[in-house]
């Protein structure tokens, strides 16, 4: 079994046509696995929907919970790309038993052209392939998460040299 | 690098607007995985756009000659799912050192509810990550080539008991 | 009040991944009502799903009498383009108090591209605003019913000379 | 012939993947256009790229001197909605020879769910069909210019009573 957290981030975003701003409603990870025609044993739960740089140390500790306690070891973390890899980093020191997947979106599902579904593709791919460990899942690629930064600039996650 | 080849099957199927029917006219896959983000070392070739139930032995000659002159251990191949496994079949039977992931789609990609972009970014982790050997990468999953196939009644892909 | 009427044709085509070919399921204005936010008076109600290649004259005669059975002077009318210059030709010559705007698509609503939801805003804009008569509306434009035919070559409408 | 000028508003805005912000890079009506297979005489001229609000007593005059210069009594504005009544009072108490529609959209176009294409499509109608004068074109109606408000707690348009 695959437990997916969800926690927020540009991937869940959608556009409040009231305030012209954009804002969480519910997340999509349900209707992507169905349109992924997904035949995963997978368990989605939500544990908040915040942009990554609203998050509090009481909300990365509930990630590190609710990864420990989880019934599996193969575990898939959406999380806004700002302020991924700290919380990627909490969880690396405090869990050494589960391959943990931590993957996000440049550009909200919502929109016709984001990479979400692909990212989710890949994440979900990953959890169940790769050894104990955190991962960032972006861009096709897995990154370890004690050497990797996103580049802000360029809009991209990159390898610490 | 990851070699790509593009084979056809419903994943780059489109809508022909003069006749009503499906028609192949170009790949799609260089959009999807700038639509990705994807940042891996991709080369991609197009060997033939065709419905794999038209598909000659000649057809499944020039895949298994591709694969075999790649210059990589990594492939990923878009197919048709209706013959899928009869192509995955010949290059596990005389490919022994490589990892080729095969994958489709149920629904054209130009369709807004396509599950290919998904399945792409699935097999290019499966690439990365699976030892050698000839997998399908459907539905999230990936399978042996020597124990799954498609049940056409359901449109999926499950394992041979 | 404006009565739409849902007879089939390339709009509401769907992918059918069991068979891999286009068919009905059910229609889509409901939901492309809602997607343009529309404020109209309207009532929806689904004749047939057919391709206008296989409406036999009982289709077309029940068209006719459900648009001299509609309650208001306001129709619009999806039908496959194939045929709709034929069904317009009937309703014309027997109805004379209405104004009957027939559309449909050039590429099904399900897919990315389709020309779908603009040719429905086209449309009820026509229905509130030309006099009584019946048109096809495509392409942005509206065309009088004796004078246009499709050009099956181009996949256009176009004005006959 | 159709003259479009384009300024802005919700419609044409995109996602900018590195600040998470909603910005302007070019407008989407050439596109859209395209899609809707739209074979209208048009012209489209973008005047600028703005969110309503952020425009100045220079902006709506030169919206005002391009429609007045314009060569043709058929004009489409594509605005942003908080202030689009505010440039239709402008441009209908110094223009009586001219339909000109003025239209947006509550969802940028980029978004799946947006209502953009369902009223280009509409707005494009009206402008051949209604007489001279300022309009509004949204949720498939037409507005008077004189007897329209948007109301920004519902985020709809509605007569003036």
Known sequence: MIQIFVTGGTF??????????????????????????????????TLMLKDSLDMTPEDRK????????????????THGTD??????????????DKTIVMTGAMIPIKFGSSDGFFN???????????????????????FNWNNVRKNKEKGIFEVVE
Chains 1, 2, 3, 4 share one sequence.
């Open 12 to 45: 869940d975003k959608e556009y409040d046509m009231i305030t012209g701003t954009l804002f969480f409603k519910d997340t999509h990870l349900e209707k992507l696995l169905d349109r992924g025609h997904c035949r995963l044993d997978t368990n989605i739960k």
């Open 62 to 77: 509930l990630i590190l919970d609710s990864c420990i306690a989880a019934q599996t070891d193969k575990i898939v973390i």
């Open 83 to 96: 302020t991924i890899v700290k919380t990627a980093t909490l969880l690396a020191e405090n869990i050494k």
């Open 120 to 142: 989710l593709g890949s994440s979900l791919a990953f959890a169940q392939t790769l050894s104990h460990g955190v991962y960032i899942s972006m861009h096709g690629r897995y």
